[in-house]
Every structure is written in C-alpha cells, then in structure tokens.
C-alpha cells in the first residue's frame, strides 16, 4: 500500500473545507487578470498545476478553454468533479504528483496559483529540486512561445518576519529558506495540527530557477490572492507572483 505524502494527506482532509478559505472569493476577478496579462487566444489549451478544487480551471471552462487540471489529492479533485458539473464544464482532472507530470508541448498556456505544489515539499525532498521538477514540468507541457503564470511564497516577507529564536528551534532556515514546523492553523474545519514544509522564495532566485527550466520571466508583481495587480512586490504581502513564457 502507497504511503501517502504529508500535502496530499492534508489536502485531502482539508479538501471539504478548502473552499471556504477567504481567499478563494475572488475567482472572477482573478481569472479576468490572467487572461489579460497572458493573452490567451479564445478556446485555447490550458494546464493547471496544483489546481485544487478546480476554482480557476472550471471559470477558464465557462469562457470556452480547454483545461487540464492536476492535482496530487483525490479528495480536492473529488470535490472539482462536482464542481464542474454542477457548473456543466467539462475539465480533463488528472491526479499526479506535479514533479512526475509528463506531457509533452501541448498546452497553450499553464497557470500554478495559490501553492499549487509549487514551494510545498515533503519529508526527505530537497526543496530546490522538487520546485524545479516542478517548472521543468510545466516548461515541458508548453508549447514553444507559450506564457505561464506562477504564484509562489514571499521570502522578503519572511526575512522581516522570523526571529533568531525561530532560527536556533529549527522553525526557519536562513540558508535554504524553508520553514519545518509544527503549526497550528486555524482553518474552516477547525483548528489543527499541521507540519509545515515550505520554501520561499525572493524575486532573484525565482528568476534564476526559471531560467534554469527553460523559462523566460517578463514580469514579478505582487501576487497575494485578493490584490494581484501590475505592481512591484509589497514587502510584507504573502505572495509573489511570476509571468514567464518558454523559450
């Protein structure tokens, strides 16, 4: 028996609940920006990468694109099948791990938003790689030219928020810039227990991991869900936001 991975077990749990988290409740208004600043033809081919609970992929759907969403948990794919039909779209959901996708120069755009497995790593991974499988995979399923948009962890943000306490327990690592903790998260179902595995990034790193993986960045904004913009980074936001096209 498969012994699953620490996101996938708690986004399966969580999967009920997902959609009640306060930033999902712009949707609309989110996919409006991305359309514009990625200039998808109509009816074109879209990937989503770590697409949840479908939120962003089913809209794409009602405007008349081809969608494939990929996610590593049944239960947040599980509540995107319902989702889409109760919107009666039809979206092609693939469960995988997004460092193990492979396909190959199919798509005409792809989009991985809000932690969609992007910075999330799990025990024994060494967080580069992982993020960089992860490109490699989307820079594979592009076709030639095709734009991307990525949503990632603000490491400026978490420079000015740590402490040394924070360094010295082991929360946070100054060198590879992933917090290991025990956290409690107060979310939908209640509070819980989660251990965190994150890495987070600053704009010059996202911009060589990108290059690395055979796309070009041609912008990085302020990319916290509920005030994506055309702007430079806030600080303190907790978001980064990246737009690239293959080479």
């Known amino acids: 028996m498969t012994?699953?991975?620490?996101?996938?077990?708690?986004?399966?749990?969580?999967?009920?609940?997902?959609?009640?988290?306060?930033?999902t409740r712009n949707t609309?208004?989110?996919?409006?920006?991305?359309?514009?600043v990625l200039s998808i033809a109509a009816g074109a081919?879209?990937?989503d990468m770590g697409c949840g609970t479908g939120r962003h992929a089913i809209e794409l759907a009602r405007r008349g694109?081809?969608?494939?969403?990929?996610?590593?948990?049944?239960?947040?794919?599980a509540q995107a099948r319902q989702a889409a039909s109760d919107a009666g779209v039809q979206?092609?959901?693939?469960?995988?791990?997004?460092?193990?996708?492979?396909?190959?120069?199919?798509?005409?755009?792809?989009?991985?938003?809000?932690e969609g497995a992007f910075g999330l790593?799990?025990?024994?991974?060494?967080?580069?790689?992982?993020?960089?499988?992860?490109?490699?995979a989307i820079s594979a399923a592009l076709k030639p030219g095709a734009p991307c948009m990525l949503t990632t962890l603000n490491g400026m943000a978490k420079i000015r928020a740590v402490t040394q306490e924070d360094v010295e327990q082991g929360r946070f690592d100054p060198v590879t810039?992933?917090?290991?903790?025990?956290?409690?998260w107060d979310l939908p179902g209640g509070q819980q227990h989660v251990h965190v595995r994150e890495r987070y990034y600053t704009p010059p790193e996202l911009a060589w991991l990108f290059e690395q993986t055979g796309l070009t960045v041609a912008h990085m904004w302020g990319g916290t869900a509920g005030k994506w913009g055309q702007r430079a980074p806030d600080l303190d936001e907790i978001e980064i936001m990246v737009v690239a096209r293959k080479k």
């Open 177 to 184: 810039m992933t917090i290991n903790s025990e956290q409690l």
């Open 28 to 36: 609309l208004a989110e996919v409006d920006f991305l359309l514009e």
């Open 91 to 114: 979206v092609e959901w693939v469960q995988s791990d997004a460092t193990q996708f492979a396909i190959t120069s199919q798509f005409d755009a792809a989009i991985c938003l809000c």
């Open 3 to 23: 012994t699953k991975n620490q996101w996938e077990a708690f986004f399966d749990n969580h999967a009920p609940h997902y959609m009640q988290n306060v930033f």
């Open 45 to 47: 081919s879209i990937l």
């Open 121 to 136: 790593f799990n025990v024994g991974e060494d967080p580069d790689e992982h993020d960089r499988a992860i490109l490699r």
């Open 65 to 77: 694109y081809r969608v494939t969403g990929v996610d590593i948990s049944a239960g947040m794919l």
